[in-house]
Structure formats: C-alpha cells, structure tokens
C-alpha cells in the first residue's frame, strides 16, 4: 500500500473467492494481495484546449485529446494527475469512451475479493462523464484530497462530509462494460440506477441477498410476479417521494422511514427510523457495516432461514409498508445510502443539465475474474485516508 497515488501501486487479487450460490461466510472470506508494476505516463495538453465539456454530447474527435480508451490508461492518468506538483494537467482534454467505468473502494483486508463487499449484490460506479470529472478534480491535487474529491462525486460523503464507507485504504477499479449489455467476457450487466430501471433490478438481485436462506416456492412465484409483487408501484412511490426533496440530502429517506414500517421495529425500536439506533439507522442492523445473515433473515418472515417469505415485505401489502421494507433493502443490499437519488445521478440531474452519471454493475462482479479477463484494471490511491475530509472541487 502506498500513502500516494504511486504509479508502481496496482493491485492484484490471487485468488478468486465465491459467487453467490455459495455461503455468505465463505463470501467474506479475505483475498490475497500482491502488487505488481503498471506504469503509465502522460504529456499534457495544448492549453489552447482549457475548458471543453465536461458532457459526452460536446466530445470531438481532435488530434490533440487524450484517449483513455483502456483501464490501464485511465489509472495511469489518474496517478499522473494526482500529484500536487501535475498543475499543468488542468488545461488537459480527455477522450474517455461510454464503455470505459471506474469507482472507488474501501480495501479493509476482510472482504476485498469483489467491486463491493459481498453482502452487496450491485457494485456502483462512474462513467465517462463522471470519470472525466474525476480526472479534473484530482489535478494538482494530493492523493487524499482526489480521493475526498472522487467520493463527493459519487455521493460517498454524507452532509457533514464523513465518508460513508468511513477510514482506512481505498483504491480505485477501472473496468469495461456496456451500459444495458453483459460486461465482456463475464455474466455481468451495467444499468443505470433509476428508480423505474431498479423495478426490474431487485428481482435479479434475490439470488444473491438469499443465497443462504432456502425461500418458500410461494415466495420465489410472487417475488418474480411483476404484476402481484408490484414493484413499479413502489419504486414510483419512492420516486414521488424523492421528487419532493432536494437532491443530495436525506430528506427523502426520513420522510419514508418517518412514513412507512420497516425491519426489526417494535415498541422501543426502529433503527431505519433513528429510533434506538445509536445514530446508525439501517446500519444498525447490520454488523461492522456487513448485512449478514442476520440482516437477511429479518426480510423472512416467521418462517426463518428455512422458510423464508421476503415476499410479504417487498412485495404490495394492505398497509403500504412495503415503501419501507424495500427502501431499507435498497439500502442494505444494494448500498443505496441515504443521499441516493434515484435518478441515475449520483449528483445533479439530467433535467438541469448537471448531472454526473452513476450507473450499477450487477451482479457485484468478482475482481480477480475481471482482471482474468483482463476487463478490469485496480490501483491503490490511499492507505491512511481519514474518516473525514473536505472537497474543494
């Protein structure tokens, strides 16, 4: 690990550790790491170039843009950029292709075999705007005030500007995908996280979450009913709800936890809500951050592990609370936090003309897989960065 974005900083994963059809323990089973050299270097642009979009609609082809066309190339570039003394790099035009995505992530040495940790189904990520962006954010910049400027870009820093995923080593994963097609060379998918388009998501990611729970055949019939199970319904109920908020703050999450029932409440608790959750709300119901099996049994009902019902939560109930149930799925399953849009931005929108795109890759794919395939590419960018920490971009 290196306490700078180094160019010799490119991580590897040995081992390939299990899809979801295996336990959720062998899941967290740790990977080894091992560094291995990449050196990528950059000359800087004609400064006559200073100020094209940051939109894929205003890209032209031009002799004297960047291309980045590669994982490779883009982590190369993001190490060129950040280094306090790369000032030149702000006059820089980059050409980075729609099938070019990139994110950050939390390396903690307990669960770093996939793009997210393995209690979630869908890793997040960027693409070519977002990706651009974080190229302009990071010039001149040390490594961790990039990474502190990446992860307000990608909605990682919360109202206060406290990380989500919270201190320790983060590296950054560059991989090729097609948005709405399967990844090359692998069997995953990359969507745009809309509440409409995430309707059709959750059903995939069922497999996954309850991978060690054995669901009733009822359950597995209605889940997959998108006429009884009514998931439109409440994804556009959730949207209604966030259409009422400003965009990048909680008020929509409050107001649906505020509104609507949600896992392990009862008379002197209910996390979700801020009710005896020690400031940790859906967080609460997970341990260290993971949703483990635990967390997953309180969406099965009475039946437990052995019959497990998720239906009768995420699906349409007479008392509407399912808003609440798969919101807080949403969240613990799917890492949609609290400041999360709906909108397929992870800040912004499309309708004013400010949005940098998110998109999901689902399911979380497996790192060493993809670097087998040689569709992905992963770095170090910090080793020690803060809990805290304060965009300037």
Known sequence: AASALAPQSVVSLAARTGRPGMSRAMLRASALLALVPCVWSAESASSSLRGFGNSSSQMVQSAETKPLSTPEQYLGQLTWNGQTSRTACGEDVYEIPGTLFGRIKHMDGK???NFCPTDKAV?????????????????????????CNIAKNVGLLDSSSNLFTGAGEYSFIAFDGVVGAKMVGADN?????T???????LPT??????????LTPEAKAKLQDEESCGLASTMQTLQDISGQYELGTSGAFDHVFDTYMSPACNATSCPCKGVGDNG?????????DYCDDAAVELFCGDGGAEACDPSQFLCKRTDGSEVGYVRAYLQMFLDCNAVFQGNGCSQGSKENGTCVEEFIVLPNPD????LQQDSAAIQVLVSDMPGHCTPDN
């Open 189 to 193: 998918a990359v969507v745009s996280p």
């Open 111 to 113: 669960d770093d075999s």
């Open 280 to 288: 940790d709300r859906c967080d609460a119901l997970c341990q260290d």
């Open 205 to 214: 990611t069922y497999e996954w979450v309850f991978s060690s729970m054995t």
């Open 195 to 201: 509440w409409a388009n995430l309707a059709e998501v």
């Open 123 to 147: 890793a997040w990520a960027s693409g070519s705007v977002g990706l651009r962006k974080n190229l302009q954010d990071c010039c001149g910049k040390d490594a961790k005030q990039c990474l």
């Open 367 to 370: 790192i060493q897989n993809q």
